[in-house]
Protein backbone atom coordinates (compact mmCIF):
# COMPACT_ATOMS: atom_id res chain seq x y z
CA UNK A 1 0.00 0.00 0.00
CA UNK A 2 1.10 3.58 -0.97
CA UNK A 3 2.28 6.01 1.68
CA UNK A 4 -0.55 8.75 1.51
CA UNK A 5 0.90 10.21 4.38
CA UNK A 6 3.24 11.52 1.98
CA UNK A 7 0.44 13.69 0.09
CA UNK A 8 -0.60 16.98 0.91
CA UNK A 9 -3.27 17.94 2.48
CA UNK A 10 -1.87 15.61 4.78
CA UNK A 11 -4.36 15.68 7.02
CA UNK A 12 -6.97 14.95 4.40
CA UNK A 13 -4.69 11.60 3.19
CA UNK A 14 -3.94 10.60 6.06
CA UNK A 15 -7.40 10.24 7.06
CA UNK A 16 -8.27 8.72 3.77
CA UNK A 17 -5.80 6.30 4.39
CA UNK A 18 -8.11 5.42 7.22
CA UNK A 19 -10.99 5.07 5.18
CA UNK A 20 -9.23 2.80 2.34
CA UNK A 21 -8.64 -0.12 5.38
CA UNK A 22 -12.18 -0.11 6.20
CA UNK A 23 -14.12 -2.69 4.16
CA UNK A 24 -17.40 -0.21 3.38
CA UNK A 25 -19.43 -2.17 0.30
CA UNK A 26 -22.70 -0.64 -0.67
CA UNK A 27 -25.25 -2.22 2.03
CA UNK A 28 -22.25 -4.19 4.08
CA UNK A 29 -21.39 -0.91 5.88
CA UNK A 30 -21.04 -2.33 9.19
CA UNK A 31 -17.77 -1.96 9.92
CA UNK A 32 -17.83 1.47 8.82
CA UNK A 33 -20.38 2.35 10.64
CA UNK A 34 -18.50 1.07 14.01
CA UNK A 35 -15.35 2.83 12.68
CA UNK A 36 -17.41 6.68 12.19
CA UNK A 37 -19.08 5.82 15.45
CA UNK A 38 -15.66 4.93 17.53
CA UNK A 39 -14.06 7.70 15.33
CA UNK A 40 -16.69 10.49 16.90
CA UNK A 41 -16.56 8.85 20.26
CA UNK A 42 -12.65 8.86 20.79
CA UNK A 43 -12.68 12.88 20.38
CA UNK A 44 -15.78 13.27 22.75
CA UNK A 45 -18.40 14.69 19.77
CA UNK A 46 -22.25 14.14 20.00
CA UNK A 47 -21.96 10.72 17.80
CA UNK A 48 -25.68 9.56 16.87
CA UNK A 49 -26.95 6.70 14.76
CA UNK A 50 -30.02 6.66 13.04
CA UNK A 51 -32.18 3.22 12.84
CA UNK A 52 -30.65 3.56 9.01
CA UNK A 53 -27.19 3.23 9.86
CA UNK A 54 -26.20 7.13 9.05
CA UNK A 55 -23.87 8.69 11.51
CA UNK A 56 -24.05 12.01 12.57
CA UNK A 57 -20.78 13.70 14.46
CA UNK A 58 -21.64 17.44 15.83
CA UNK A 59 -18.78 19.73 16.45
CA UNK A 60 -19.72 22.95 18.59
CA UNK A 61 -17.97 26.20 16.94
CA UNK A 62 -14.50 27.62 17.41
CA UNK A 63 -13.84 30.63 19.69
CA UNK A 64 -15.73 33.58 18.10
CA UNK A 65 -18.25 31.55 15.60
CA UNK A 66 -20.78 30.28 17.71
CA UNK A 67 -23.35 32.40 16.01
CA UNK A 68 -23.02 31.36 13.00
CA UNK A 69 -25.76 29.45 10.71
CA UNK A 70 -25.13 25.30 11.48
CA UNK A 71 -23.62 23.85 8.83
CA UNK A 72 -24.10 20.05 7.40
CA UNK A 73 -20.76 18.37 6.08
CA UNK A 74 -22.41 15.26 4.12
CA UNK A 75 -20.66 11.81 2.20
CA UNK A 76 -21.64 8.68 1.68
CA UNK A 77 -19.68 6.15 3.65
CA UNK A 78 -19.95 3.01 1.35
CA UNK A 79 -18.12 2.32 -1.95
CA UNK A 80 -18.60 0.68 -5.46
CA UNK A 81 -16.77 -2.76 -5.57
CA UNK A 82 -15.67 -3.68 -8.50
CA UNK A 83 -12.03 -5.68 -8.98
CA UNK A 84 -10.06 -6.35 -12.18
CA UNK A 85 -10.01 -10.16 -12.44
CA UNK A 86 -12.98 -10.84 -9.83
CA UNK A 87 -10.99 -12.32 -7.02
CA UNK A 88 -10.70 -9.56 -4.62
CA UNK A 89 -12.32 -9.72 -1.05
CA UNK A 90 -14.43 -6.28 -0.48
CA UNK A 91 -15.88 -7.21 2.59
CA UNK A 92 -12.75 -8.62 4.28
CA UNK A 93 -9.54 -6.79 2.81
CA UNK A 94 -8.15 -3.32 2.66
CA UNK A 95 -7.86 -1.19 -0.59
CA UNK A 96 -4.69 -1.41 -1.90
CA UNK A 97 -3.27 2.32 -2.85
CA UNK A 98 -0.86 2.90 -5.76
CA UNK A 99 0.51 6.76 -6.88
CA UNK A 100 1.56 7.05 -9.76
CA UNK A 101 2.53 11.01 -10.81
CA UNK A 102 -0.42 13.12 -9.65
CA UNK A 103 -2.72 10.23 -9.59
CA UNK A 104 -3.98 8.04 -6.32
CA UNK A 105 -5.05 4.71 -7.84
CA UNK A 106 -6.03 1.24 -6.64
CA UNK A 107 -4.13 -2.36 -7.28
CA UNK A 108 -6.57 -3.98 -9.17
CA UNK A 109 -10.14 -2.47 -7.64
CA UNK A 110 -12.09 0.51 -7.80
CA UNK A 111 -10.37 3.23 -5.10
CA UNK A 112 -12.99 3.81 -3.26
CA UNK A 113 -12.77 7.89 -3.43
CA UNK A 114 -16.14 8.10 -4.52
CA UNK A 115 -16.82 8.96 -1.57
CA UNK A 116 -13.81 8.07 0.81
CA UNK A 117 -12.30 11.52 -0.09
CA UNK A 118 -15.21 13.60 1.42
CA UNK A 119 -15.54 11.27 4.46
CA UNK A 120 -11.78 11.77 5.23
CA UNK A 121 -12.46 15.45 4.76
CA UNK A 122 -14.85 15.28 7.25
CA UNK A 123 -13.16 13.61 9.58
CA UNK A 124 -9.97 16.29 9.09
CA UNK A 125 -12.41 18.78 10.45
CA UNK A 126 -14.10 17.11 12.95
CA UNK A 127 -10.22 16.32 14.40
CA UNK A 128 -8.85 19.36 13.64
CA UNK A 129 -7.75 22.35 16.12
CA UNK A 130 -6.85 24.57 14.20
CA UNK A 131 -9.15 25.12 11.92
CA UNK A 132 -12.01 28.10 12.14
CA UNK A 133 -15.60 27.51 11.78
CA UNK A 134 -19.16 27.73 13.50
CA UNK A 135 -21.21 24.84 14.46
CA UNK A 136 -20.80 21.42 12.06
CA UNK A 137 -22.79 18.42 11.57
CA UNK A 138 -21.33 15.47 9.73
CA UNK A 139 -23.37 13.99 8.17
CA UNK A 140 -21.98 10.06 6.61
CA UNK A 141 -24.96 8.29 4.73
CA UNK A 142 -24.95 4.11 4.01
CA UNK A 143 -25.64 2.90 0.55
CA UNK A 144 -25.70 5.12 -1.83
CA UNK A 145 -24.53 3.56 -4.38
CA UNK A 146 -27.05 0.94 -4.99
CA UNK A 147 -30.04 2.44 -3.66
CA UNK A 148 -29.99 6.23 -1.84
CA UNK A 149 -30.96 3.69 0.97
CA UNK A 150 -29.75 5.87 3.77
CA UNK A 151 -30.77 9.09 2.64
CA UNK A 152 -34.08 7.14 2.06
CA UNK A 153 -34.39 6.38 5.37
CA UNK A 154 -33.34 9.63 7.18
CA UNK A 155 -36.36 10.95 8.98
CA UNK A 156 -36.72 14.81 9.30
CA UNK A 157 -35.15 16.58 12.35
CA UNK A 158 -31.85 14.20 12.32
CA UNK A 159 -30.24 17.11 10.61
CA UNK A 160 -30.00 20.21 12.25
CA UNK A 161 -28.40 22.50 10.22
CA UNK A 162 -29.57 25.32 7.87
CA UNK A 163 -27.01 24.75 4.65
CA UNK A 164 -25.17 21.82 3.34
CA UNK A 165 -22.39 20.88 1.47
CA UNK A 166 -22.16 17.12 -0.25
CA UNK A 167 -18.87 16.26 -0.88
CA UNK A 168 -19.47 13.91 -3.57
CA UNK A 169 -18.82 15.55 -7.05
CA UNK A 170 -16.27 14.53 -9.19
CA UNK A 171 -14.69 17.98 -10.85
CA UNK A 172 -12.68 20.52 -8.61
CA UNK A 173 -13.90 23.88 -10.09
CA UNK A 174 -17.16 22.88 -10.64
CA UNK A 175 -20.17 23.57 -8.41
CA UNK A 176 -23.28 21.79 -8.66
CA UNK A 177 -26.63 22.95 -7.90
CA UNK A 178 -29.02 20.57 -9.23
CA UNK A 179 -28.92 16.91 -9.75
CA UNK A 180 -31.07 14.23 -11.62
CA UNK A 181 -33.70 11.89 -10.36
CA UNK A 182 -33.89 7.99 -11.25
CA UNK A 183 -35.63 4.58 -11.13
CA UNK A 184 -34.76 1.67 -12.04
CA UNK A 185 -36.96 -1.04 -13.92
CA UNK A 186 -36.22 -4.64 -14.03
CA UNK A 187 -38.21 -7.43 -15.73
CA UNK A 188 -37.91 -11.15 -15.18
CA UNK A 189 -38.16 -13.59 -18.09
CA UNK A 190 -39.25 -17.04 -17.88
CA UNK A 191 -36.64 -19.63 -18.27
CA UNK A 192 -38.31 -23.01 -19.30
CA UNK A 193 -35.75 -25.98 -20.42
CA UNK A 194 -35.77 -27.90 -23.30
CA UNK A 195 -33.42 -30.53 -24.54
CA UNK A 196 -30.97 -29.44 -27.55
CA UNK A 197 -30.66 -31.74 -30.08
CA UNK A 198 -28.22 -34.39 -30.71
CA UNK A 199 -24.87 -33.00 -32.54
CA UNK A 200 -24.67 -29.61 -31.41
CA UNK A 201 -21.56 -27.43 -30.24
CA UNK A 202 -21.74 -26.06 -26.87
CA UNK A 203 -19.35 -22.70 -26.66
CA UNK A 204 -18.64 -19.64 -24.31
CA UNK A 205 -18.85 -16.54 -26.13
CA UNK A 206 -17.51 -13.92 -23.54
CA UNK A 207 -16.92 -9.77 -23.82
CA UNK A 208 -14.52 -7.95 -21.56
CA UNK A 209 -12.03 -4.89 -21.36
CA UNK A 210 -14.30 -2.65 -22.18
CA UNK A 211 -14.61 0.80 -20.35
CA UNK A 212 -17.35 1.11 -18.36
CA UNK A 213 -18.01 3.83 -15.61
CA UNK A 214 -20.74 5.87 -14.03
CA UNK A 215 -24.44 5.32 -15.78
CA UNK A 216 -24.93 8.99 -15.55
CA UNK A 217 -21.86 11.28 -15.67
CA UNK A 218 -20.20 9.13 -18.04
CA UNK A 219 -23.63 7.81 -20.37
CA UNK A 220 -22.79 10.54 -22.71
CA UNK A 221 -18.78 9.46 -23.40
CA UNK A 222 -19.76 6.96 -26.13
CA UNK A 223 -18.51 4.07 -24.47
CA UNK A 224 -19.90 0.40 -25.78
CA UNK A 225 -22.45 -1.08 -23.21
CA UNK A 226 -21.16 -4.93 -22.77
CA UNK A 227 -24.67 -6.18 -22.18
CA UNK A 228 -25.35 -4.41 -25.85
CA UNK A 229 -22.43 -5.60 -27.57
CA UNK A 230 -23.14 -9.49 -26.29
CA UNK A 231 -27.03 -9.26 -27.03
CA UNK A 232 -26.27 -7.83 -30.28
CA UNK A 233 -23.81 -10.60 -31.36
CA UNK A 234 -25.75 -13.46 -30.23
CA UNK A 235 -29.09 -11.98 -32.21
CA UNK A 236 -27.00 -11.72 -35.51
CA UNK A 237 -25.93 -15.28 -34.78
CA UNK A 238 -29.59 -16.54 -33.40
CA UNK A 239 -30.97 -14.87 -37.38
CA UNK A 240 -28.16 -17.24 -38.98
CA UNK A 241 -28.32 -20.57 -37.56
CA UNK A 242 -30.46 -22.51 -34.76
CA UNK A 243 -28.51 -20.89 -31.73
CA UNK A 244 -29.58 -22.12 -28.09
CA UNK A 245 -29.05 -20.18 -25.15
CA UNK A 246 -28.03 -22.40 -22.56
CA UNK A 247 -26.89 -19.34 -19.76
CA UNK A 248 -25.95 -15.60 -19.68
CA UNK A 249 -24.13 -13.69 -16.85
CA UNK A 250 -23.40 -9.87 -18.07
CA UNK A 251 -22.90 -7.05 -16.44
CA UNK A 252 -22.74 -6.00 -13.05
CA UNK A 253 -24.12 -2.82 -10.69
CA UNK A 254 -27.10 -0.87 -11.67
CA UNK A 255 -25.20 2.30 -11.51
CA UNK A 256 -22.04 1.34 -13.80
CA UNK A 257 -21.89 0.66 -17.48
CA UNK A 258 -21.40 -2.65 -17.88
CA UNK A 259 -17.97 -3.89 -19.21
CA UNK A 260 -17.78 -7.53 -19.48
CA UNK A 261 -19.79 -10.70 -19.86
CA UNK A 262 -20.50 -14.17 -21.04
CA UNK A 263 -23.37 -16.45 -22.67
CA UNK A 264 -23.02 -19.51 -22.83
CA UNK A 265 -24.46 -21.09 -26.46
CA UNK A 266 -25.26 -24.12 -28.38
CA UNK A 267 -25.38 -24.49 -32.53
CA UNK A 268 -25.16 -27.37 -35.14
CA UNK A 269 -21.84 -28.60 -35.09
CA UNK A 270 -21.56 -27.49 -38.80
CA UNK A 271 -21.69 -24.17 -38.05
CA UNK A 272 -18.64 -24.96 -35.59
CA UNK A 273 -16.44 -22.73 -37.76
CA UNK A 274 -18.82 -20.42 -39.18
CA UNK A 275 -19.41 -19.00 -35.67
CA UNK A 276 -15.57 -17.99 -34.84
CA UNK A 277 -15.30 -16.23 -38.38
CA UNK A 278 -18.47 -14.57 -37.38
CA UNK A 279 -16.79 -13.43 -33.92
CA UNK A 280 -13.16 -11.97 -35.67
CA UNK A 281 -15.40 -10.11 -38.64
CA UNK A 282 -17.54 -8.71 -35.18
CA UNK A 283 -14.44 -7.84 -33.49
CA UNK A 284 -13.02 -5.93 -36.49
CA UNK A 285 -17.24 -4.37 -36.92
CA UNK A 286 -16.48 -2.88 -33.20
CA UNK A 287 -13.43 -1.84 -33.35
CA UNK A 288 -14.08 0.73 -36.04
CA UNK A 289 -17.29 1.54 -34.27
CA UNK A 290 -15.50 2.22 -31.03
CA UNK A 291 -11.74 3.12 -32.65
CA UNK A 292 -11.74 6.49 -29.82
CA UNK A 293 -13.47 5.36 -27.10
CA UNK A 294 -12.56 1.78 -26.80
CA UNK A 295 -9.13 0.51 -27.17
CA UNK A 296 -8.61 -2.56 -24.96
CA UNK A 297 -11.61 -4.56 -25.49
CA UNK A 298 -11.42 -8.77 -26.26
CA UNK A 299 -13.96 -10.76 -27.61
CA UNK A 300 -13.23 -14.23 -26.85
CA UNK A 301 -15.01 -18.03 -27.69
CA UNK A 302 -14.49 -21.18 -25.78
CA UNK A 303 -15.15 -24.82 -26.02
CA UNK A 304 -17.04 -26.53 -23.02
CA UNK A 305 -18.57 -29.32 -22.04
CA UNK A 306 -21.84 -30.19 -23.95
CA UNK A 307 -25.11 -28.82 -22.73
CA UNK A 308 -27.97 -31.21 -22.54
CA UNK A 309 -30.65 -28.15 -22.10
CA UNK A 310 -31.22 -24.81 -23.11
CA UNK A 311 -33.75 -22.03 -22.95
CA UNK A 312 -36.69 -22.78 -24.33
CA UNK A 313 -35.78 -21.47 -28.27
CA UNK A 314 -39.03 -19.30 -28.95
CA UNK A 315 -38.92 -17.53 -25.50
CA UNK A 316 -35.29 -17.25 -25.48
CA UNK A 317 -35.59 -15.56 -29.09
CA UNK A 318 -38.54 -13.06 -27.72
CA UNK A 319 -35.96 -12.22 -24.26
CA UNK A 320 -32.96 -11.72 -26.59
CA UNK A 321 -35.05 -9.42 -29.70
CA UNK A 322 -36.43 -7.43 -26.39
CA UNK A 323 -32.79 -6.97 -25.15
CA UNK A 324 -32.02 -6.06 -28.39
CA UNK A 325 -34.42 -3.22 -28.81
CA UNK A 326 -34.52 -1.65 -25.68
CA UNK A 327 -33.17 1.65 -25.11
CA UNK A 328 -29.63 1.95 -23.67
CA UNK A 329 -27.80 5.66 -23.61
CA UNK A 330 -28.52 9.39 -23.79
CA UNK A 331 -32.71 9.52 -24.97
CA UNK A 332 -32.83 13.25 -24.40
CA UNK A 333 -30.27 16.53 -24.06
CA UNK A 334 -31.75 19.24 -22.33
CA UNK A 335 -33.58 22.35 -23.79
CA UNK A 336 -31.55 24.48 -21.76
CA UNK A 337 -28.22 23.84 -22.02
CA UNK A 338 -26.56 22.09 -24.82
CA UNK A 339 -24.03 20.13 -22.82
CA UNK A 340 -26.19 18.45 -20.47
CA UNK A 341 -27.93 15.01 -20.84
CA UNK A 342 -31.43 15.48 -19.70
CA UNK A 343 -32.49 12.00 -20.01
CA UNK A 344 -30.93 8.55 -20.32
CA UNK A 345 -31.16 4.83 -19.79
CA UNK A 346 -28.34 2.16 -18.80
CA UNK A 347 -28.86 -1.57 -19.58
CA UNK A 348 -27.06 -2.79 -16.32
CA UNK A 349 -27.42 -6.63 -15.91
CA UNK A 350 -28.41 -9.66 -17.34
CA UNK A 351 -28.47 -12.68 -14.96
CA UNK A 352 -29.74 -16.51 -15.72
CA UNK A 353 -30.81 -17.46 -11.99
CA UNK A 354 -33.19 -19.95 -10.40
CA UNK A 355 -34.86 -20.73 -13.83
CA UNK A 356 -35.22 -16.88 -14.84
CA UNK A 357 -33.81 -13.96 -16.50
CA UNK A 358 -33.21 -11.30 -14.31
CA UNK A 359 -32.48 -7.96 -16.25
CA UNK A 360 -31.57 -4.63 -14.16
CA UNK A 361 -31.57 -1.45 -16.21
CA UNK A 362 -31.51 2.34 -14.49
CA UNK A 363 -33.43 5.29 -15.89
CA UNK A 364 -31.98 9.02 -14.74
CA UNK A 365 -33.78 12.42 -16.04
CA UNK A 366 -33.83 15.75 -14.34
CA UNK A 367 -37.28 16.30 -15.51
CA UNK A 368 -39.80 14.03 -13.41
CA UNK A 369 -42.02 13.22 -16.40
CA UNK A 370 -39.49 12.89 -18.52
CA UNK A 371 -37.74 10.22 -16.37
CA UNK A 372 -41.74 8.04 -16.07
CA UNK A 373 -41.53 8.38 -19.95
CA UNK A 374 -38.01 6.87 -20.34
CA UNK A 375 -38.77 4.18 -17.77
CA UNK A 376 -42.16 3.43 -19.62
CA UNK A 377 -40.62 3.30 -23.07
CA UNK A 378 -38.14 0.12 -21.14
CA UNK A 379 -40.82 -1.21 -19.90
CA UNK A 380 -42.88 -1.51 -23.14
CA UNK A 381 -40.00 -3.24 -24.80
CA UNK A 382 -39.71 -6.01 -21.80
CA UNK A 383 -43.44 -6.61 -21.78
CA UNK A 384 -43.35 -7.01 -25.47
CA UNK A 385 -40.80 -9.65 -24.71
CA UNK A 386 -43.13 -11.38 -22.82
CA UNK A 387 -41.32 -10.34 -19.34
CA UNK A 388 -43.07 -9.34 -15.92
CA UNK A 389 -41.28 -5.96 -15.25
CA UNK A 390 -41.30 -3.71 -12.33
CA UNK A 391 -40.28 0.27 -12.02
CA UNK A 392 -39.10 1.18 -8.14
CA UNK A 393 -39.82 4.37 -7.06
CA UNK A 394 -37.59 5.72 -7.34
CA UNK A 395 -35.40 9.22 -6.13
CA UNK A 396 -36.20 12.85 -6.67
CA UNK A 397 -33.81 15.26 -8.66
CA UNK A 398 -32.75 18.31 -6.93
CA UNK A 399 -34.35 21.52 -8.60
CA UNK A 400 -31.68 24.31 -8.41
CA UNK A 401 -32.29 27.51 -5.83
CA UNK A 402 -31.48 30.76 -8.12
CA UNK A 403 -31.23 32.02 -4.80
CA UNK A 404 -29.10 30.21 -2.97
CA UNK A 405 -27.24 31.76 -0.07
CA UNK A 406 -25.13 28.41 -0.03
CA UNK A 407 -23.86 28.93 -3.25
CA UNK A 408 -23.14 32.48 -3.17
CA UNK A 409 -20.67 32.06 -0.39
CA UNK A 410 -19.36 28.87 -2.31
CA UNK A 411 -18.72 30.32 -5.56
CA UNK A 412 -17.44 33.92 -3.98
CA UNK A 413 -14.89 31.98 -1.23
CA UNK A 414 -13.60 30.38 -4.81
CA UNK A 415 -12.91 33.59 -6.44
CA UNK A 416 -11.57 34.65 -3.73
CA UNK A 417 -8.52 31.97 -3.47
CA UNK A 418 -8.33 31.39 -7.09
CA UNK A 419 -8.95 34.40 -9.00
CA UNK A 420 -11.47 32.70 -11.50
CA UNK A 421 -14.85 31.72 -11.31
CA UNK A 422 -15.85 28.20 -10.94
CA UNK A 423 -18.29 26.54 -12.94
CA UNK A 424 -22.00 26.71 -11.55
CA UNK A 425 -23.79 23.23 -12.93
CA UNK A 426 -26.15 20.52 -13.08
CA UNK A 427 -25.53 16.75 -13.08
CA UNK A 428 -26.78 13.90 -14.78
CA UNK A 429 -26.30 11.36 -11.69
CA UNK A 430 -28.34 11.02 -8.45
CA UNK A 431 -26.96 13.03 -5.17
CA UNK A 432 -28.56 12.85 -1.67
CA UNK A 433 -29.32 16.03 -2.07
CA UNK A 434 -32.41 15.31 -4.33
CA UNK A 435 -33.70 13.21 -1.12
CA UNK A 436 -32.52 15.67 1.39
CA UNK A 437 -34.70 18.77 -0.91
CA UNK A 438 -37.64 16.37 -0.17
CA UNK A 439 -37.09 15.29 3.55
CA UNK A 440 -35.91 19.09 4.17
CA UNK A 441 -37.23 21.70 1.82
CA UNK A 442 -35.45 24.65 3.49
CA UNK A 443 -32.34 22.84 3.10
CA UNK A 444 -29.83 25.56 0.61
CA UNK A 445 -27.22 22.77 -0.11
CA UNK A 446 -24.50 23.06 -3.05
CA UNK A 447 -22.17 20.10 -4.08
CA UNK A 448 -18.43 20.00 -5.03
CA UNK A 449 -15.45 18.11 -4.71
CA UNK A 450 -11.70 17.15 -6.02
CA UNK A 451 -11.27 15.51 -9.85
CA UNK A 452 -12.38 11.87 -9.81
CA UNK A 453 -12.40 9.48 -12.58
CA UNK A 454 -13.00 6.45 -14.32
CA UNK A 455 -15.69 6.20 -10.95
CA UNK A 456 -17.65 2.99 -10.25
CA UNK A 457 -14.55 0.72 -12.62
CA UNK A 458 -11.04 -0.12 -11.88
CA UNK A 459 -9.38 2.85 -13.45
CA UNK A 460 -11.14 4.89 -10.59
CA UNK A 461 -8.42 7.64 -10.05
CA UNK A 462 -8.16 10.73 -8.24
CA UNK A 463 -6.34 13.86 -9.31
CA UNK A 464 -4.01 14.24 -6.33
CA UNK A 465 -3.47 18.66 -6.49
CA UNK A 466 -7.32 18.91 -6.52
CA UNK A 467 -7.67 17.71 -3.04
CA UNK A 468 -5.97 20.33 -1.62
CA UNK A 469 -7.76 22.86 -3.77
CA UNK A 470 -10.84 21.56 -2.59
CA UNK A 471 -9.48 21.41 1.39
CA UNK A 472 -8.71 25.18 0.80
CA UNK A 473 -11.98 25.87 -0.44
CA UNK A 474 -14.22 24.62 1.90
CA UNK A 475 -11.92 25.87 5.04
CA UNK A 476 -12.57 29.40 3.49
CA UNK A 477 -16.22 29.02 3.00
CA UNK A 478 -16.41 27.27 6.86
CA UNK A 479 -14.83 30.98 7.95
CA UNK A 480 -17.57 32.81 6.15
CA UNK A 481 -21.01 31.24 7.46
CA UNK A 482 -23.08 34.34 8.49
CA UNK A 483 -24.62 34.48 11.99
CA UNK A 484 -27.60 32.75 12.46
Not at 201 to 230: Q, W
Not at 400 to 427: G, V
Amino acid sequence: MSNMKSLQPNVVFSCFEEVTKVPRPSKREEKMIDFLTNFGKELELETIVDETGNVLIRKPATPGYENCKTIILQSHMDMVCEPSDGSFDFNNNPIETVIDGEWLKANGTTLGADDGIGVAMQMAILKSTDIEHGPIECVFTRDEETGLTGAMGMKPGFMTGSLLINLDSEDEGQIFVSCAGGARTTAEFECKEEAIPANYYTFRVGVKGFTGGHSGDDINKKRANANKVLIRFICDEMAKMDLRLVDIQSGGLHNAIPREGYAVCAIPMSQKEQIRIDLNIYQSILEEEYSNTEKNFVLTLDSIEPAVTAMNAKDAERMLLSLRVVHNGVFAMSQDLDWLVETSSNLASIRKQDGKIIVTTSQRSSLQEARENISATVRAAFILGGARVETNEGYPGWKMNPNSLMLKITKESYERLFHQEPQILAIHAGLECGLFSEKYPGLDMVSFGPTLRGVHSPDERLLIPTVQKVWDHLLDILKHIPQA
